[in-house]
């Protein structure tokens, strides 16, 4: 569903319409899932947050404004609620045990990725192997189809920086 396309399903939402919203899920729920696993790094977390974007996007679409970024302001929400989350619960990603998170990232791996055990050793490397900006970037494009130059928009950073992190990461993926 391209930029056009979602900003038309959200107008629907706004007028009332719950098909559109159940389309604009279908649509995003991917996107939405991946960005929230990279920050929160738990299964369950990421799955609240899911859960609670699409309530936001509810709530809130009769004060959307399109500028032709609809997935932007989409992963603003989850974004705002994933640190809404570290907020409330006062959780800390470099609190929990390395065990911990190995063990929630293989479970996570084996539920969001249904590719061959070989791309699920990737993502495995990826996830472990970058920075959490770098992971980001790498998410956004390559699960999420977003063009660098629309992550650099999202993420407020030069297009430069983005396509520069983004090659860092490929490279300490190559590494392995």
Request: hydrophobic share 40%.
């Amino acid at each position: 569903m391209n930029g056009a396309d979602l900003d038309i399903c959200l107008s629907r939402i706004a007028d009332g319409d719950i098909d559109a919203l159940e389309q604009v899920y279908i649509e995003t729920k991917t996107a939405v899932y991946s960005f929230a696993f990279s920050i929160l790094k738990n299964a369950s977390d990421a799955e609240d947050v899911l859960q609670d974007t699409y309530i936001k996007i509810y709530q809130g679409v009769k004060g959307y404004r399109s500028f032709g970024k609809p997935m932007a302001w989409i992963l603003t929400i989850v974004r705002n609620l994933c640190m809404a989350k570290f907020n409330r619960e006062n959780h800390y990603i470099k609190e929990v045990s390395e065990i911990v998170i190995e063990e929630n990232l293989q479970e996570q791996l084996s539920e969001l990725w249904k590719g061959t055990p070989e791309d699920k050793i990737l993502i495995k490397e990826l996830m472990e192997s970058v920075s959490e900006e770098e992971r980001h970037i790498v998410i956004l494009h390559a699960v999420s189809g977003f063009k660098h130059r629309e992550i650099a928009e999202f993420l407020d950073m030069p297009l430069a920086t983005v396509l520069s992190k983004y090659n860092r990461a490929i490279k300490k993926l190559r590494n392995f």
